[in-house]
């Protein structure tokens, strides 16, 4: 699976910027689409899951009710709508895949990020 992950950039708080990363190589109806986003000096953590058959999503805590993520079958793309950001959700974003769900960086496959930045 190759993953693409790109819709980045600058915003202030508040504000809104929608990801998205575009898959291919395989079929994903299998297959867990996650986000995760690393900050400098932190530990790349999970942002948000989804299982691309059911449509299943999960979330962490400081994003829920902000962020939403959705596939787009069509596309084979993976958007993630954040809204209302706030200067802490500054990081680099990558986006992954994986047969299993998990809210940890054991997914077998990865993107390269695309920086988001929140100033204040």
């Known amino acids: 699976v190759q993953l693409q992950a790109f819709g980045g950039g600058l915003v202030q708080a508040g504000g809104f910027l929608r990801l998205s990363c575009a898959a291919s190589?395989?079929?994903?109806?299998?297959?867990?689409m996650g986000w995760f986003r690393q900050a400098p000096g932190k530990e790349r953590e999970f942002v948000a899951a989804?299982?691309?058959?059911?449509?299943?999503?999960s979330y962490t805590d400081s994003v829920k009710g902000r962020f939403t993520i959705s596939r787009d079958d069509a596309r084979n793309t993976v958007p993630l709508q954040m809204n209302s950001l706030k200067p802490e959700d500054t990081s680099i974003y990558y986006c992954?895949?994986?047969?299993?769900?998990?809210?940890?960086?054991?997914?077998?496959?990865w993107g390269r990020g695309t920086q988001v930045t929140v100033s204040s």
């Open positions: 190589g395989r079929t994903l109806s299998t297959y867990v």
């Open positions: 989804i299982r691309w058959r059911s449509g299943v999503s």
């Open positions: 992954a895949a994986d047969r299993k769900f998990s809210n940890t960086n054991v997914y077998d496959y």
